[in-house]
């Protein structure tokens, strides 16, 4: 079943179906990455690299992850477990190695200027056109610059030029290297990768195992699942999770209702000190303050947990059992490792497709028996701008006063707005940030396209347009859960 038109991101799913079909049936083991590669790739023609050994290993590294393992086994890698991206090395030489490439259109013109402008001695001339010298090009990009054709360019690869945090780094084989100490698990260099070369570690055998053995494990959605599932609607996805083997199935939105209820209170109190607010679902939006803004993060940054941890409070809080939350995010999988955390796993939206087509389960004629709890104002946090949204009208339905937000709309723009915070020129009261252009509905770890989801939920959400954000926390009983980090 073909999902994806990126064939690095079919092959990962293929990949992810199998390994949740053989985990279901007990069949994982050590030789599993071995057999893999030659199931997936039973012929010697080779379809994408330079040869049929290749394409194996990159199976291999990729069974690896799916197995909730780093992908190489020879490297020496000291990544903490808390690093849940890494790059597939078998994967990652097919972008182009050099930064500064001279062209055909060089007319080896008289003038020489690229040679002149080199201060390093790289630029030569060959019978037809000038060449590069790469043991001494400094990719300083002089030569580029100086070029009166334009016959000499300069590109970054994708992934680093995907980075919002300069995280990534090439070592002395020109591999990518992801730094530890800044990378915000945002996913932006895995979805901008053309090759697949860089992936999430899955915990999905974690899970399947302990649904094998019996015990009793609660799914948490995020509300842009909503159209990620073909024609499927959101019950039906749901009901869908139930019949994989989970007890039960919460969506994220209930937890995403109290944190607006909880986050407009915390933010009159910024606002009566003084003190400007961001909004703390966003896990890579929180990651970039703590890691670069760390000053930023201290001060202005929320202190309540997001709707997935909330919820996963929730439903530790009524019985003993494994939480598992289900998304589009990478950067979840991460926050969900840290020390303060309640979920037990994450999975991707990537992952649960996997797990139900490996059960044989059809999504679109099944009967659902779950309710929808949450309100549409819970469900738009997916979206960019609707955190902030959620939080004003919180306070609009308990009478309290009204407040000024901004939206930072990806990466770039959270950046750039956490700087105006440190050097206190940020001018509204609360800074709503998201790492992904369009909120979680464009998500490294969806399915669908970002319009469909939205389509979507506008559709499916408008028989519940008039419901509160107040009536669904009189339904639900948060009392017994703490909501701070």
């Not at 060959?126 to 060449?131: F, L, S």
Request: net charge neutral; glycine share 6%.
């Amino acid at each position: 079943m073909s999902l994806f038109t990126h064939e690095a991101r079919q092959f990962k799913f293929d990949v992810l179906r199998e390994v949740a079909k053989r985990s279901f049936e007990g069949k994982i083991n050590e030789g599993t990455p071995d057999e893999m590669a030659t199931y997936l790739i039973p012929t010697n023609h080779a379809d994408f690299r330079c040869c049929v050994y290749k394409e194996r290993e990159i199976i291999r590294e990729r069974t690896r992850m799916a197995m909730g393992k780093k992908p190489n086994v020879i490297r020496k890698d000291s990544a903490s477990p808390h690093q849940i991206v890494h790059v597939l090395e078998a994967a990652c030489d097919g972008c182009s190695i050099h930064k500064i490439m001279i062209t055909d259109n060089c007319r080896k013109c008289m003038a020489k200027s690229c040679q002149a402008a080199c201060k390093f001695g790289a630029i030569k001339m060959g019978p037809e056109h000038a060449y590069i010298d790469y043991d001494v090009c400094k990719s300083c990009g002089a030569c580029a610059k100086a070029c009166p054709f334009n016959a000499i360019v300069q590109s970054e690869r994708p992934c680093v030029r995907s980075c919002p945090v300069n995280a990534i780094s090439m070592d002395e084989n020109d591999l990518c290297m992801i730094n530890e100490d800044k990378c915000i698990s945002c996913g932006a260099c895995q979805a901008g990768c053309p090759f697949g070369a860089i992936e999430d570690i899955s915990f999905m055998k974690n899970v399947i195992d302990d649904l094998n053995d019996g015990q009793k494990v609660a799914a948490i959605v995020a509300p842009s699942i909503q159209g990620q599932m073909g024609n499927a609607n959101l019950n039906q996805i749901l009901q869908a999770i139930l019949e994989v083997g989970f007890c039960e199935v919460w969506e994220a939105a209930i937890g995403a209702d109290k944190v607006a209820d909880f986050e407009s209170k915390e933010l009159l109190k910024h606002k009566g000190e003084g003190i400007k607010m961001t909004t703390s679902c966003c896990p890579a939006f929180v990651n970039m303050a703590r890691i670069h803004f760390p000053e930023v993060y201290e001060k202005n940054v929320s202190k309540v947990v997001s709707p997935m941890e909330a919820t996963a409070r929730l439903i530790k809080s009524k019985q003993d059992c494994k939480v598992v939350f289900i998304g589009p995010c990478v950067a979840k999988k991460n926050e969900a490792l840290n020390d303060w955390s309640v979920v037990d796993y994450v999975l991707t939206f990537e992952e649960i497709a996997a797990m139900i087509l490996a059960k044989g389960i059809n999504m679109e004629t099944l009967v659902p028996t779950v309710k929808d709890l949450a309100s549409v104002h819970g469900k738009n946090f997916a979206q960019g701008g609707g955190v902030s949204k959620a939080v004003v009208q919180s306070l609009k339905e308990n009478g309290l006063e009204t407040i000024t937000a901004k939206y930072a709309d990806g990466a770039a723009e959270c950046k750039m707005n956490l700087l105006l915070m440190k050097l206190g020129k940020f001018q509204e009261d609360i800074l709503e940030g998201m790492a992904c252009v369009g909120g979680c509905i464009s998500g490294p770890a969806g399915i669908e396209s970002s319009a469909k989801v939205k389509q979507t939920m506008a559709k499916e959400n408008a028989a519940i347009k008039d419901k509160t954000i107040q009536s669904v926390l009189d339904e639900i009983d948060f009392s017994s859960v703490n909501m701070h980090r």
